[in-house]
């Protein structure tokens, strides 16, 4: 199977940390988005242009990081990042559509705000205000929990790891302490601690272009 994918893109991240959970094979392709002709290449697998996307031995073309990853439990169940049992099924789709709705949402638009000072204040605090109820509600979830649903490593979790780890950047959750000390557990683990180290080189690239300094977001 291929893997289009972009390094430094949290939504690669999540699948790339699924397939290095499960240790599957793959042959991985690495899209550059930012230039024209390759944009237009991509067209042809993806008519999104998003990455990540998946091209299965049978030729199977998926879209969207949770949908290649429940295919990914399909193939290869061991270990399942989505669990049998329906309601810790249900609490995992949950906690990853919390993830992506309100914190990776949130955390596009304060770093557009740094991007673009004349943005609309009013945005900005709706969205600060989005990332700290959700932040909450992960809190308490992990009261008494190693990860996300539980005591085993599941899909909510690849969809944390890259969101939270770039979070910190544009909003820092250090007020909720349960969050900050499963980030770093999160950062511990082999197959996050991969796919971050192979997202840096291309991620400090695409800081080097931007107003800030790097000193800023390291």
Known sequence: ?????????SYSQRVLIALYEKQINFDPVEVN???????????QTNP??????????ESQVIFEASIIIE???????????????????LETR???????????????????????????????????????????????????RLWLTGDTFSLADCAAAPTLAYLRW???????PRLSDYVKRLES?????????????????MLASLRFPLELVL
Do not use: W
């Open 1 to 9: 199977m291929k893997l289009y994918y972009a390094p430094a893109s």
């Open 33 to 43: 988005l930012f230039d024209a002709q390759e944009r237009d290449r991509y067209r």
């Open 48 to 57: 999104f242009i998003k990455v990540p996307t998946l091209v299965t031995d």
């Open 71 to 89: 295919y990914l439990d399909r193939i290869q169940p061991d270990p399942q990042l989505i669990p049998k049992e329906p309601d810790q099924a």
């Open 94 to 144: 949950i906690i990853e559509r919390l993830i992506d709705v309100y914190i990776n949402s949130g955390r596009e638009v304060l770093f557009a705000n740094t991007q673009r000072p004349d943005q609309e204040q009013r945005e900005v605090i709706k969205a600060h205000r989005l990332l700290e109820t959700a932040c909450q509600l992960l809190d308490q979830r992990l009261e008494n």
């Open 170 to 176: 544009v909003y820092s959750y250090s007020h909720f």
């Open 189 to 205: 683990r082999p197959s996050v601690a991969r796919a971050f180290q192979e997202g840096r080189e291309q991620m400090m690239q």
